[in-house]
């Protein structure tokens, strides 16, 4: 596909509309670039198998398109009618899986060109939506994972639907085009976003002091609730997190958000607006790989960016509130949600729901789905939790998970529970080297060393992507393998357990066939060097990096 100046793309779109209808009643199994680009903004990507593409291309083939289409679901909290209806997506429509990804969503993937729409509205009619899933908008809003029914993470799960709503598109091509609408008999204005909407994605995360479940400093605004007397009274909120970065291009970096300052509850959907405002409008639109807002921070500092915002709001943020004792959470397994039922937190490795070799996760979250008054949460470690469990139903699904396969979430390694990665090839156009399918291998390498250095069942948080543009969070991990060029990574280390101190680049690319001679080394001198209870990364960050 040739290049296409995104920025004018998105200004002459109509509304993000461009030639969308027309490109699908044609019998092409693909699209153009720039409908390519729009399609973004209502929730797909067009994809292609990768590793079809050598045969296909010696058949006088085109490559094997379809496409994958996320949802919207603000906090990942869904209920049993949401769940099957993607579930039913998979199967009829999509490749038999599911895949939890790392803002509490699902993606579906294997869509032909065909059934987009008919897939479009069977998520619609579930009530939910896959309109700015993808594209450069507020993507869909992460919320902490803790299970517990308190008021106040009630509060926070409120406020992530309504900070999501707030920043939808106006734009009415959304249900024109998949939702059989009538046209828009003028174009409608988008209040927030304007004409060319954001310079690129946009990501906002919330949480509680101290819970850093979500790694809530990788994001563009960081949202945490101030607690007192177990009541929520306002918000600290942190600018310019962001993971992505290029190889070979030391102007683009992953980088944790800044403190802004402090809000009263009853203004925080203002200043937010107000935030995505002045991304807007500095943002950098001549260079996508520098748009992101982080760079914006960076450049401009955060005094800067707090002044902006007052201009928009007409009121000054308070100074933030100290936070200190930030843990890393992953709430497996079963916890009381305090209002006399049960959350059980299920691991899904690398988010992949499926049934296979005697495995049959896909099958076991439909018959729970279809057959207990549960709800379902999706986590941002690509987990997912079965919550709302009756006490008299414990000890069923407990049994129902056993008979078909799946592992409880106690039975897997520290080390594995606290793994994820990024789907990257056969599907990802921008997959440099393998990452889902090779790293339950990787994570069985490192355990075994683990337990020949004489640290059986240690956790160390580990992380990786298929190239350098950060989707599974690695340079929020302890330990992270970011794609270089065929079997060849970059080793990241010395990272913070809790998700507050990013990693470096320890070698800057590594065979993944010389992992297990790496792991017998890292782990065999971590054994011996470490201090009482310290991480992995506090240790590598000390003896591993150059100062």
Not at 297 to 306: P, R, T
Not at 314 to 327: A, E, M, N, T
Not at 472 to 482: G, K, M, N, Q, T
Request: hydrophobic share 35%; glycine share 8%; with cysteine.
């Amino acid at each position: 596909m040739a290049k296409v100046n995104v920025e004018e793309l998105k200004l002459n779109s109509d509304g993000l509309r461009g030639d969308i209808v027309s490109e699908f009643s044609n019998e092409k199994s693909n699209v153009t670039e720039e409908t390519y680009q729009l399609l973004k903004f209502h929730g797909m990507y067009l994809q292609d198998d990768r590793d079809q593409r050598k045969q296909r291309s010696s058949q006088g083939l085109e490559r094997a398109f379809s496409f994958m289409i996320r949802s919207r679901i603000p906090g990942g909290l869904i209920n049993p009618a949401q769940y099957l209806a993607h579930d039913k997506i998979s199967d009829q429509w999509g490749n038999h899986t599911l895949r939890i990804t790392t803002r509490e969503a699902f993606q579906v993937h294997g869509i032909l060109k065909g059934d987009v729409k008919s897939v479009i509205q069977t998520i619609n009619q579930s009530l939910l939506s896959t309109i700015s899933a993808c594209g450069d908008v507020n993507r869909n809003v992460i919320v902490t994972t803790d299970p517990v029914k308190s008021k106040v993470n009630l509060q926070l799960q409120v406020l992530a639907e309504k900070i999501a709503d707030h920043l939808t598109p106006k734009s009415t091509a959304y249900h024109e085009i998949w939702l059989n609408g009538e046209p828009a008999l003028k174009a409608v204005e988008e209040p927030i976003y304007g004409k060319t909407y954001l310079p690129r994605k946009f990501k906002i995360a919330i949480t509680k002091f101290g819970d850093n479940s979500i790694d809530v400093f990788t994001n563009d605004i960081g949202i945490v609730a101030i607690l007192r007397n177990d009541q929520i009274s306002g918000y600290n909120l942190y600018l310019g997190g962001g993971l992505g970065k290029t190889h070979n291009m030391e102007e683009t970096f992953p980088r944790l958000a800044d403190p802004l300052g402090f809000v009263k509850e009853e203004k925080i959907i203002e200043v937010v607006e107000a935030i995505v405002k002045v991304q807007r409008d500095h943002g950098n639109r001549e260079n996508r790989k520098l748009a992101r807002m982080k760079y914006l921070v960076a450049s401009k500092g955060i005094s800067w960016f707090h002044d902006r915002v007052a201009e928009f709001t007409g009121f000054k943020l308070d100074s933030i509130v100290p936070v200190s004792d930030w843990q890393y959470a992953k709430y497996l397994g079963w916890t009381d949600q305090q209002d006399g039922k049960w959350t059980y937190g299920l691991f899904v490795e690398n988010g992949r729901i499926l049934d296979k070799d005697g495995f049959n996760l896909k099958s076991a979250l439909k018959k729970i789905a279809t057959n207990f008054n549960v709800s379902f949460r999706l986590t941002a470690t690509q987990d997912i939790q079965i919550r709302d469990i009756s006490e008299k139903d414990k000890l069923v699904i407990s049994d129902l998970l056993a008979d078909h396969g799946v592992g409880f979430s106690e039975s897997h390694s520290e080390t594995r529970t606290a793994s994820i990665a990024c789907p990257a090839l056969p599907t990802c156009g921008l997959a440099l080297t393998e990452s889902e399918r090779v790293m339950p291998d990787i994570i069985s390498l490192i355990d075994k060393n683990l337990t020949e250095a004489g640290l059986p069942n240690f956790q160390i948080v580990t992380r990786m992507t298929g190239c350098p543009n950060g989707c599974a969070r690695p340079y929020a991990a302890e330990l992270a393998f970011v794609g270089k060029s065929g079997i060849n990574y970059e080793i990241h280390v010395g990272g913070s357990h809790n998700g507050t101190r990013l990693t470096q680049v320890y070698l800057d690319s590594w065979p993944a066939s010389r992992f297990d001679e790496l792991f017998k080394d890292l782990f065999t001198r971590f054994a011996s060097e470490k201090n009482e209870n310290e991480t992995f990364g506090d240790w590598s960050n000390r003896s591993l990096l150059n100062r």
